[in-house]
């Protein structure tokens, strides 16, 4: 779960969450599902969650490089996987009041791999980007996955400096836009290149449908560039007191 859309930053056991219904653990006793999802231990359900779109990443990439027929649509469906356990994890962990701190040390980590892993293995694979249009697209792309990879880097750094000085800061609308569209970039990506590799493109029809898909993740994919630099511009500038410490 990104911190843009649900992090963690739930209150802690004593403090339940708004999700919850203002419900502590007690108030769960009878709930066969919060049972099953307590485990034992700091590992929960959220956290076993969190840990298996870890695993999920390597798999991912792994699929995304075999070359057999329709490799690039398995390693989209892995990615899926991955990403929707990132909604559930946040999901359940507020709902129930299991926040832990190794959910909220894992679950970042895991998004920013998750995505950054999906860009950087795309780039190896230039046509992804230039099978319709040009050089110019990976130039653009490149300079793009740099953004976004920056953005990740800096604005984590900032948070750690706003934490050491008890401060933590909330997500913005500009990086819940930005998580939505990465993933959508990746995932039209995906399915442009498992269908460029699949169709005979000497169709006009085969063709064009390939174009149009592959378009329309360009077009995502720079959405998401823009959002994510105008993200992280927000964060600082809302935050910047934080620096001045």
Not at 1 to 19: H, Y
Not at 25 to 46: C, I, Q, S, T
Not at 86 to 110: E, H, Q, S, W
Request: net charge negative; glycine share 6%; charged share 20%.
């Amino acid at each position: 779960m990104s911190e843009e859309i649900n992090d963690e930053n739930a209150p802690v056991r004593d403090l339940p969450s708004e999700e919850s219904g203002g419900l502590s653990h007690e108030d769960f006793a009878g709930d066969k599902f919060y049972k099953f999802a307590k485990g034992r231990g700091v590992m929960n359900l959220p956290n076993k969650l969190t840990v298996s779109r870890m695993v999920m990443i390597p798999v991912f990439v792994l699929f995304f490089y075999l070359e057999f027929t329709g490799h690039f649509f398995v390693a989209l469906a892995v990615f899926a996987i991955a990403s929707l356990t990132d909604l559930f994890d946040g999901k359940i962990a507020r709902r129930y009041n299991l926040v832990t701190n190794l959910g909220k040390f894992l679950d970042p980590i895991a998004d920013k791999v998750l995505v950054s892993s999906a860009f950087i293995i795309m780039l190896t694979l230039p046509w992804i980007f230039t099978a319709f249009t040009g050089s110019w697209a990976l130039i653009v792309a490149g300079c793009g996955v740099a953004l976004i990879l920056a953005r990740e880097i800096i604005i984590s750094g900032f948070r750690m400096v706003a934490a050491d000085s008890g401060k933590v800061i909330a997500a913005d609308m500009f990086g819940k836009y930005k998580t939505v569209f990465q993933d959508a970039s990746i995932v039209v990506l995906l399915i442009s290149a498992g269908v460029t590799e699949l169709v005979d493109l000497a169709s006009d029809a085969a063709y064009t449908a390939a174009q149009v898909v592959n378009y329309v993740g360009l077009v995502l994919f720079a959405a998401a560039i823009v959002l994510t630099v105008l993200s992280g511009i927000n964060y600082i500038v809302k935050n910047i007191d934080v620096l001045k410490k």
